[in-house]
């Protein structure tokens, strides 16, 4: 059911490690810039714990009596910190670039995906939540990827050996460091924990105000249109002041955090100095070994502290990768089988809807087509007329292969649509929604959807033929006016028009007009109307229209009511008769008049 994928949904990303596999699959690939990452991390890493030793011994030798020559240890110095600086930067070089990448190559492989899927994957998945799983998801394995991988890698190398190289060198040293470091982490980990899970609500909390804004903006007019300006305003501080008390916890937490490490390990480094300062007087230590203990005291400390962190930032992006490996694994309803059987070159438009009944995924409960029976032949244009939410639409939906339906076919030229390869039989078809699309492109590029390889020329005449041409030339640019998103800079019956232009290049056998003249004046209707008449020739047309005058002059009209044919024939067959057509052409005909 899609109830339940829609709760699925909404349930916390799971954080198993085991979704890093298909970020591996994804990072692997890229085997040399791995291979150079890792090593250069290793040589930084190394770099630092040989840090501490190398300055001690300069310690050692500049406070000697015995006048010992410092240049070959400055010389060594100097080499380690050129090393850690170049391994550092080349790390940082590949490690960024790695993420880039793979997140590069993880968005276009996803978008691949989404884009191939049926319109029943996205009744079930909200669109703005897959859009935000392309961009905040794939934001943060990118950050892990390209960085925290690397430093949680460097942590473990440094803490691990940074440990055995103390016990190793001072075992007697060793124990304020276990006094030092169990606290340390115990604070960081839990007081940590509860910092991000504050973070996080913050961070819905604040996702939440972005929402209300974008939603209240996008709806300005109405806004104002109905005077909520205050109210709008309020509920907006609401969620505002929210999010502040929610930081504001978050705070007071994060300070208190802020106050224990700085207290244990300043405590902690504090208490090795005066064992260390103790150990050097009576002998035991030289002044360079207790640097070297304690420098290497804070890296260990401060390794071993940030590992919690990169972990649990890990597991919040093995979530993200989780829901990354979904998309990609979701599988579109709508396929091609294995072998398909192609159209013929020329397509001659025959359509049959064999016993069709076909329930919405998301109503398994009414039949949106019931035993539906039709056959058009080619060339023939044939309306449909009906009641609102009859179902004329979704015969196109179906005649699209948007969906299948649960019983009975749907053929194109005698080839049942499941047979073949839904990318190529579609070229057959050119289809005017009833909702217009409109791209945030120039008009030309909005035109030239219907066929990419048209030329300058082709687009004009499409133009003219959709009555489009007289606005567009009044337009500031011409054909190179950038229409805004979702066509806001047009009315909707200059959209329409750009629609129709859109469906005349496509130049294909079989025509689909979803209400495409509704929002027209009569004066363009009539234009465009000559055009689509034009274009009907020699071409299957299925017209849907409310106003009976658009559909007069159909071939053969068909009467749907709730997902069946109830009558068919001409206009002035139906006309004769009792019914449906007769009750809307009086209502039409006669209120018009
Ligand atoms: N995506 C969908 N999911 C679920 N039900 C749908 C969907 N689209 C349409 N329906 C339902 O299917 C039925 C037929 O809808 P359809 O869009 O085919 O009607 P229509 O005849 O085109 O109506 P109108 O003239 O208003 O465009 C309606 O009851 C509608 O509520
Ligand atoms: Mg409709």
Redesign the pocket.
Known sequence: MADSTIREEHQPPKGKLANLKTLWSFISVYKLQLFFACFFLLIAATTVLVLPTAFGDIIDIASSDEGLKPEGYLTFLAIVVIAMAVATAMRFYFVTWLGERVVADIRKAVYERLITLS?EYF?ANRPGEIVSRLTADTTLVQTIVGSSVSVWARNILIAIVGSVWLFVTSPSQMTYFVIVVPPLLFAIIYIGRRVRKLSRSSQDKVADVGARANESLSALNIVQAFTQEAFEAKRFGTHVDDAFQLAKRRIRVRAFLTFLIIFILFSGIAMLLFNGVQSVSTGTMSKGEMFDFVMRSILVASSFASLSEVYSELQRAAGSAGRLAELLSAESTIKAPAKPHALPQTVDGDIRFENVTFH????KN?A?IDGFNLHIKPGETVALV??????????L?LLLRFYDPQTGKVTIDGIDLRDTEPTEFRKHLAFVP?ETIIFADTIAENIRYGRLEANDDDVRNAAKAAAAEEFITVSDEGYDTFLGERGTRLSGGQRQRIAIARAILRDAPILLL??ATSALDAESELKVQSALDHLMEGRTTLV?A?RLATVKKADRIIV?DE?KIVAEGTHDELVAKDGLYKRLAHLQFSVGQ
Do not use: N, R
Not at 386 to 395: E, F, I, V
């Open positions: 319109p009744e919405y995924p998301t109503k009414i949106a009906g009641p609102s939410g009859a179902g004329k639409s979704t015969l939906q009833q979803d209400e849907i409310h749907i997902g």
